[in-house]
């Protein structure tokens, strides 16, 4: 039997539900509508592999600016200038490039997917980081506004691949359906995994619930479980 490296997600109750994580170099979607908890739950991914392993990431944020991430997260306790983590994340903010390519007027003529995967491609090289989150495929095509972002989704796994990282993909899911983990219909087909976060509403209360819909090459619970973020310990927790 072939042993496949896991990166653990350290959520308590579900890496023992999927053979102890994530497989290494897998293109996993985090999937889910606004409020799920999407950008909290894949940083705290990140921040736990490397707090508790030998590896670095860097986090890709066009949603959210740089500052107001870093605070958002550190209070919640996963403070990414601790010394224990300091050096081994990098937040990049790609909506920074945006506006001076605006301001310049040279955003239509850019090849987008070609800078960040250029841009990966140097990260990768110079900082040597293994993880990588991307938040969100969505935000990024509406902001570059590309002919085909279902071929360039397709370019950009491709190239992720190729570089050998352990990736998470947000996407934001709209309408009631949930039959379409992405917005160009391609995400959920080209990736390895999806974890699909949703709020389920019940009168005037709300419950998140996470269900890993596919992973390959792991045996991982089905169905849906309500998880929450425990403060106490700083972690999620799938109840």
Not at 16 to 35: K, L, R, W
Not at 203 to 219: A, E, L, P
Request: hydrophobic fraction near 40%; include cysteine; proline fraction near 2%.
């Amino acid at each position: 039997m072939v042993t496949i490296e896991r990166i653990p997600t350290h959520i308590e109750g579900l890496d023992e539900n999927m053979e102890g994580g994530i497989p290494q170099g897998h293109i996993a979607i985090v999937a889910g509508a606004s409020g799920a908890m999407k950008s909290s739950l894949t940083f705290s991914m990140l921040y736990n592999a490397v707090l508790y392993g030998e590896t670095s990431g860097i986090y890709v944020t066009l949603e959210q600016g740089k500052e107001s991430l870093r605070s958002h997260m550190a209070n919640m306790g996963m403070n990414v200038d601790d010394p224990r983590v300091r050096n081994r994340i990098a937040i990049i903010d790609l909506s920074d490039l945006r506006v001076q390519l605006d301001e310049q007027g040279m955003n239509n003529r850019v090849d987008w997917m070609g800078q960040l995967i250029k841009q990966l491609t140097s990260y990768r090289q110079s900082i040597g980081f293994e993880i990588l989150v991307f938040d969100s495929l969505g935000a990024f095509f509406t902001l570059t506004k590309m002919d085909n972002p279902r071929d360039e989704i397709f370019r950009l796994f491709e190239a992720v691949r190729r570089l050998e990282l352990t990736s998470f993909f947000i996407c934001e899911m709209t309408g009631e359906d949930h039959k379409q983990f992405g917005e160009y219909g391609v995400e959920d087909y080209l990736s390895d995994s999806v974890v699909h976060l949703v709020m389920e509403r019940s009168n005037d209360d709300v419950q998140r619930k996470i269900g890993i819909i596919k992973m390959r090459h792991t045996r991982h619970m089905l169905g849906y479980k309500p998880f929450n973020w425990k403060e106490e310990e700083q972690r999620f927790s799938v109840l």
